[in-house]
C-alpha cells in the first residue's frame, strides 16, 4: 500500500522530529488501525518501506495445540506470517498518517513551549491581556505566540484586565496539562514585588542588599524588610532610591497598593518594632522565642496607627516577622522597658 514516507520525513524533520518517531509513530498507528478493519487477523505487525513508499501488514493465525496431561491449555502457536494489507485501506491509512503527523507536531510545538517557559518559573515576564468569551473565570495574557493563564484566585482584588493591555505577571508554575503546556501567572504573589524591586534596585542583582522577608494584601499594602550586605550601603534608602524613583516605579506597576520598607533584624524586639512602621513602638516585650510571642508599646495618639484600618498594619507586621504581636498602650505601661524573656 502506497504511502508518502520521504515527504512525510522531510515534514518532521523541519519540525525537529527525527524519522525513528515518525515510523515507530506511524507503525502502531497504522496497526492499530488494520485491527479495526473487519476479519482483521489477532496478530499483526506493519513494515515501512521508506524506498518504495509502501507498508505492508504481515499477519499470523492463531494455529491450536493439543493439550497435554502436563499442559491442559497450552498457548496457541503463530503460523506463518503473510501479507494481510486491505485493499480499501488507502484512504483509511492517509487520514492515520495525518493524525499521526498532526499529533507530533503538536507534540513537537508543546515541547517547545514547555521548554521555553520551564526556565522562566519563578520569573516576571510582560505579556498582552486577552480576553476568552468561553473562560471568564480567567484572565488570558499573550506572552508572543503562547496564552498563560491568570487565574482568579491569582488576581487582585478590585484589578481590572482590559483587553490589549500590557501587563507584568509573575510566573507561578508551567505545567503539562491535557491541553499542552500551562502556563499559570499571578499578580497578587508577594514574590510579585520581590521581581519587581529587582528591575529597579540594582543593590539587590549586586547582593549589596537583600529583601529578607515580604508580606502582602495584595491590592491594599505590602510589607518589605531589607539588610544590607555591604558596609556603608543603606538598604532603605536604596529600594527608595532617589526622591523615591525606584519604589515609585514599582508602585506604578501595583496601582494603588502602598509598600512599606522595614530593616530587618535578626533581634526580635529590634524586628518587631521595624515591622510596625509607619508606627514608632517605644519598647517590644518578648514573651516567648520558643512560640514567638511578643507585645509592642505604642503611644495613644500612634495605636490606631499601628493597628491599622481592619488591623492590617499588625497582620501584615505578624506575617512579616512570623511573630504574633500583641500591642498595647505605652502609656499604661509607663516606664516599662523593652526586656527579653524566653
Keep these: ?38 476479519h482483521a487477523a ?18 499470523q493465525d492463531e494455529i491450536p495445540v493439543e493439550p497435554t496431561e502436563d499442559d491442559p491449555h497450552p498457548a496457541p502457536k503463530l503460523g ?28 513537537a ?54 483587553h490589549g493591555e500590557r501587563l507584568r505577571v509573575y510566573v507561578v508554575n508551567v505545567a503539562r496539562g491535557l491541553k499542552g503546556p500551562e502556563i499559570i501567572v499571578s499578580r497578587s504573589h508577594p514574590e510579585l514585588v520581590r521581581r519587581l524591586f529587582e528591575r529597579e534596585v540594582p543593590e539587590l542583582n549586586s547582593g549589596a542588599v537583600s529583601i529578607m522577608a515580604i508580606a502582602r494584601e495584595a491590592g491594599a499594602r505590602t510589607k518589605i524588610a531589607v539588610r544590607a ?32 520598607i522595614v530593616d530587618w533584624s535578626n533581634d526580635p524586639a529590634k524586628f518587631v ?11 517590644v516585650k518578648v514573651i516567648s522565642e520558643k512560640n514567638k510571642t511578643a507585645i509592642a508599646f505604642i503611644h495613644d495618639d500612634q495605636l490606631s496607627l499601628a493597628i491599622g484600618k481592619e488591623g492590617q498594619n499588625a497582620r501584615l507586621a505578624a506575617k512579616l516577622t512570623g511573630w504574633k504581636i500583641g500591642i498595647e498602650s505605652a502609656e499604661a505601661h509607663q516606664g516599662a522597658p523593652a526586656e527579653h524573656e524566653s
Excluded: C
Design 1 to 38: 500500500m502506497e504511502l508518502d514516507l520521504n515527504a512525510m520525513h522531510r515534514l518532521a524533520a523541519e519540525q525537529g522530529i527525527d524519522a525513528e518517531t515518525l515510523d515507530n509513530a506511524l507503525t502502531e498507528a497504522l496497526r492499530l488501525a488494520y485491527m479495526k478493519t473487519p
Design 42 to 59: 489477532k496478530h499483526a505487525r506493519i513494515e515501512l518501506d521508506d524506498r518504495a513508499g509502501t507498508f505492508t501488514v504481515w499477519a
Design 80 to 107: 506463518e506470517e503473510y501479507d494481510d494489507t486491505p485493499r480499501d485501506f488507502g484512504r483509511l491509512a492517509a487520514a492515520t498518517a495525518r493524525q499521526v503527523i498532526s499529533q507530533l507536531f503538536r507534540k
Design 109 to 162: 510545538e508543546d515541547d517547545k513551549i514547555f521548554g521555553a517557559f520551564s526556565g522562566q518559573r519563578g520569573k516576571l515576564i510582560t505579556g498582552v491581556v486577552q480576553q476568552d468569551a468561553k473562560d471568564t473565570a480567567n484572565v488570558h495574557i499573550a506572552v508572543g505566540d503562547v496564552e498563560a493563564i491568570l487565574p482568579r484566585r491569582e488576581q487582585v482584588p478590585g484589578e481590572r484586565y482590559r
Design 229 to 260: 550586605n555591604t558596609e556603608g550601603v543603606n538598604p532603605k534608602g536604596a529600594l527608595i532610591g532617589p526622591g523615591g524613583a525606584r519604589v515609585r516605579a514599582v508602585m506604578e506597576n501595583l496601582g494603588p497598593e502602598k509598600i512599606d
Design 273 to 283: 518594632a521595624a515591622a510596625l512602621s509607619p508606627a514608632v513602638a517605644t519598647g
